[in-house]
């Protein structure tokens, strides 16, 4: 069998087939990747998201936006179950944990929206809405003397007003100024992901599938394909994997492909 | 320890025919529904009310409210629902005040359990179909709200572990921040809000053995900064709740008039709880039974169901 895989195994004068590190390497780096998806997939939601969220913490600023993930696309229930899992795995709250781990102007924004508890029904006031798209327009303008993310207003609309209120305040947002949201936020990029996340999941996830599977992709991000499509519940995502399966065929390769394609066509069922 | 008494064998079906006797007809037997009510825990009265509900298909609390009245119709609507309910009413009837009692909101945040408070979050959307952080930041503002919505939406990690270390670092920043009468508003409110209750009382000890004086003392100051006051009764709550609520029942029952409103709170909210051991400290505080005291200064139906509550014996 060695003889026949030239790739993974050479020859020395000794005729004794030494084994290629470079491809060795690489096919256990794809096996972590199917392990990853196999791990994940098996554990628990609450438990699942505790680990990736303490993973994050730990990586850091690269990987704040796991943080962001986690809390703008679960449900209230599935984000509360996992602020219950972090107590258990880990003795301590989530919130403690972001304030010792960043010190950074994000930090705000990241206890905030861990901590929150969204309304989940459709009932939105249109005024508040309105008055709401005002505040976040201002802080916007006044980004000169201070960091939008870092603006109290900014911070406790977007932690504790329910998503489909959000997605008015941005679509009220659009009759204040030429740009969206997002648009202006270019600079603040974790602030940028949170509303997108809260708004617009299908732009964030758009964006994730496409930096994953490019040439260039790093491991940050080919691991966010994973995360995506074994965390992700409901249909937004799927709708977004859907556009991206030909290129999820073609760059992903061996049993990780085929157990991801199996994961992204099991729920579909 | 907790003050009511209610037998372990309870027939709910009987309990609901008494009370629909005692609401049928004219006028209302109150008493009836004091040894009913005021003898069951929360688990009894809700079967009570399915079981009212399946036999006369009708709600007995929208029965009881148009009944009764008065602080008796209040205190006895606080008694009945389920404890998370309860607080999810409390807290909005604080809000929605025109000046909002603060403290309530406060009280509630910090004396329940990390469970409790999220059971709380949860009655509160189920009825008012906001979240309660929402509400509380919609009628508040600058550090207050700050402070107060992080109270309303922390998930303090519950268990037993303290580290010494952290106390002591976080003792020094606490003390400096008070010192400082600027103040600087966000490391304080990072640390009552983030660290678990055993943490800071470790951290409130560590407090009152380096500086001779508790920081409560130490926070005591101007009373038309609210975000001080708000401050200050978060951390007497997280301290020493127990001695809380003392203070607030004393309080309550003044000389001149009665607040109707925090007794009834604090007896409804405490006596599945620790309304015995607050007892024993009005008493050693007050040289007079908290029964007594109530007794003194309400009357009717209304002081007759908070003595129930108290534990009074029939």
Same mark, same amino acid.
């Given at each position: 069998m060695r003889t026949g895989c030239y790739k993974l195994f050479c020859e020395d004068e000794h005729q004794f087939e030494w084994w290629n590190h470079n491809a060795i390497k690489n096919l256990k780096v794809e096996f972590k990747r199917f392990e990853d998806v196999?791990?994940?997939s098996l554990m628990h939601p609450w438990e699942r998201d505790a680990r990736l969220l303490k993973k994050a913490l730990k990586k850091g600023?690269?990987?704040?936006?796991? $943080?962001v993930e986690i809390a703008c696309t679960r449900s209230s229930d599935q984000l509360l179950g996992a602020r219950i899992a972090y107590h258990s795995l880990f003795d301590r709250s989530i919130e403690e944990d972001i304030v010792s781990n960043i010190k950074g102007s994000e930090r705000k924004l990241l206890v905030a929206l861990v901590r929150a508890y969204r309304y989940e029904g459709p009932n939105v006031k249109k005024d508040t809405t309105r008055s709401e798209a005002k505040t976040l327009f201002n802080a916007i303008k006044n980004v000169d003397t201070r960091k939008v993310m870092e603006d109290d207003d900014v911070v406790n609309i977007l932690s504790t007003r329910s998503k489909p209120h959000l997605k008015e305040v941005y679509t009220q947002y659009m009759k204040l100024s030429d740009k969206? $949201?997002?648009?202006?936020?270019?600079?603040?990029?974790?602030?940028? =992901?949170? $509303? =997108?996340?809260?708004?617009?999941?299908?732009?964030? %996830?758009?964006?994730? %599938?496409?930096?994953?599977?490019r040439d260039d992709a790093n491991e940050g991000a080919k691991k966010a394909l994973t995360r995506l499509i074994v965390t992700q519940e409901g249909g937004e995502m799927k709708e977004?994997?859907?556009? %991206?399966?030909?290129? $999820?065929?073609?760059?992903?390769k061996g049993a990780y492909k085929d157990v991801l394609v199996?994961?992204?066509?099991?729920?579909e069922k | 320890m907790a003050t009511i008494d209610a037998p372990s064998q309870v027939s709910f079906q009987q309990d609901a025919e008494i009370l629909r006797k005692a609401c049928k007809g004219w006028g209302t037997d109150e008493k009836a529904i004091i040894s009913v009510l005021g003898h069951r825990n929360a688990a009894q009265r809700k079967q009570i009310r399915l079981a009212y509900e399946e036999l006369y298909q009708e709600d007995l609390v929208k029965r009881l409210e148009s009944?009764?009245?008065?602080?008796?119709? @209040?205190?006895?609507? @606080?008694?009945?629902?389920?404890?998370?309910?309860?607080?999810?009413?409390?807290?909005?009837?604080?809000?929605?005040?025109? +000046?909002?009692?603060?403290?309530?909101?406060?009280?509630?945040?910090?004396?329940r359990s990390p469970e409790e408070l999220l059971a709380v979050r949860r009655a509160y959307q189920a009825r008012y179909k906001h979240s309660l952080e929402e509400d509380v930041a919609a009628h508040t503002k600058g550090d207050t709200r700050t402070l107060l919505v992080a109270l309303v939406t922390a998930f303090r990690y519950d268990g037993e572990e303290i580290n010494t270390r952290l106390a002591n670092s976080e003792a020094k920043i606490l003390h400096d921040a008070v010192e400082d009468k600027k103040f600087n508003h966000e490391e304080v409110i990072r640390i009552l809000t983030t660290r678990s209750k055993m943490q800071l009382m470790a951290t409130f000890n560590r407090y009152s053995d380096d500086h001779g004086a508790s920081i409560t003392k130490?926070?005591?100051?101007? +009373?038309?900064?609210?975000?001080?006051?708000?401050?200050?009764?978060?951390?007497?709550?997280?301290?020493? +709740?127990?001695?809380?609520?003392?203070?607030?029942?004393?309080?309550?029952? @003044?000389?001149?008039?009665?607040?109707?409103?925090?007794?009834?709170?604090?007896?409804v909210t405490r006596a599945e709880k620790d309304l015995k051991d607050i007892k024993e400290l009005y008493h050693k505080r007050n040289s007079v039974a908290l029964e007594q005291a109530v007794a003194k200064d309400t009357s009717g139906d209304y002081k007759a169901l908070l003595l129930t509550l108290l534990g009074k014996e029939d």
């Open positions: 196999v791990v994940l600023p690269p990987q704040y936006n796991v $943080i969206t $949201i997002t648009e202006e936020l270019e600079v603040e990029l974790l602030l940028k =992901e949170t $509303i =997108e996340c809260l708004c617009t999941p299908q732009t964030y %996830f758009t964006r994730v %599938f496409d930096t994953a599977l977004v994997a859907a556009k %991206f399966e030909k290129q $999820i065929e073609e760059r992903v199996g994961v992204l066509r099991k729920e | 009944e009764l009245s008065g602080d008796f119709e @209040r205190a006895v609507y @606080r008694w009945i629902l389920d404890p998370a309910d309860r607080d999810a009413v409390l807290a909005n009837v604080a809000i929605k005040k025109l +000046s909002p009692d603060l403290h309530v909101i406060v009280e509630i945040s910090c004396t130490h926070l005591q100051g101007d +009373s038309g900064d609210e975000f001080l006051l708000v401050l200050r009764t978060a951390v007497r709550c997280l301290n020493d +709740s127990k001695k809380y609520f003392e203070k607030v029942l004393h309080n309550s029952i @003044r000389r001149m008039g009665t607040d109707e409103d925090a007794l009834t709170r604090v007896i």
